[in-house]
């Protein structure tokens, strides 16, 4: 939270966070999924990279995945389903 407090000092425009979950107890991973949407509502893009597939879902207004260094999946996370977020993610079903 100090991190993030620090970044957004400087009012910019983009925060990326990369990994912002790893390491960290269940409630400070639940501070930061409270102060993200609050940072993106009052100035900046919020670019999240991680494994969190759920907290991902939760905060994003665009969702991405990748494999082997290319996108293989760009929607609104609303137009989703689980199984589609897997193959994107592990490669598609043989």
């Given at each position: 939270?100090?991190?993030?407090?620090?970044?957004?000092?400087?009012?910019?425009?983009?925060?990326?966070?990369?990994?912002?979950?790893?390491?960290?107890?269940s409630?400070?991973?639940?501070?930061?999924?409270?102060?993200?949407?609050?940072?993106?509502?009052?100035?900046?893009?919020?670019?999240?990279?991680?494994?969190?597939?759920?907290?991902?879902?939760?905060?994003?207004?665009?969702?991405?995945?990748?494999l082997?260094?290319?996108?293989?999946?760009?929607?609104?996370?609303?137009?989703?389903?689980?199984?589609?977020?897997?193959?994107?993610?592990?490669?598609?079903?043989?």
């Amino acid at each position: 939270m100090v991190t993030i407090g620090r970044a957004v000092m400087f009012n910019p425009w983009v925060l990326l966070c990369d990994k912002i979950s790893r390491g960290l107890a269940s409630v400070v991973i639940c501070g930061i999924g409270f102060v993200l949407p609050r940072i993106k509502q009052a100035s900046a893009s919020v670019v999240l990279v991680g494994q969190d597939v759920g907290q991902a879902m939760k905060l994003a207004d665009h969702f991405y995945c990748m494999l082997e260094g290319r996108v293989t999946l760009s929607a609104p996370p609303g137009d989703l389903r689980r199984a589609a977020i897997h193959d994107a993610c592990f490669g598609a079903h043989a």
